[in-house]
């Protein structure tokens, strides 16, 4: 997974202009209260085979370089649009 830098609006048009049908952008946050970077947001693209299996609230990120360990970040968003996705992705 690559963290974008460049305008998170831009990004997220990409994603849904270059998916299959019924692709989907999960948005995880961070619910660390330890560290230093709760409630950063990212999204992750996911195929619609995992729609079902992805629970708001109880399913965790990917572990990456970028963003760390999975389990600090919890999913607060299923999204079908780029609309949803860019709002799940606004700092609350």
């Not at 961070?30 to 629970?55: K, P, S």
């Not at 572990?63 to 649009?81: M, P, S």
């Amino acid at each position: 997974m690559k963290v974008h830098t460049d305008n998170i609006d831009e990004v997220i048009d990409r994603w849904f202009e270059n998916a299959d049908p019924g692709d989907w952008v999960g948005v995880f946050e961070n619910h660390d209260l330890g560290h230093y970077d709760i409630g950063r947001r990212f999204g992750a693209v996911y195929g619609a085979e995992q729609w079902d299996a992805a629970v708001i609230g109880r399913t965790n990120g990917p572990d990456n370089a970028e963003t760390g360990l999975g389990w600090r970040y919890l999913l607060v968003a299923k999204c079908r649009t780029a609309a949803e996705a860019k709002e799940a992705m606004v700092d609350r």
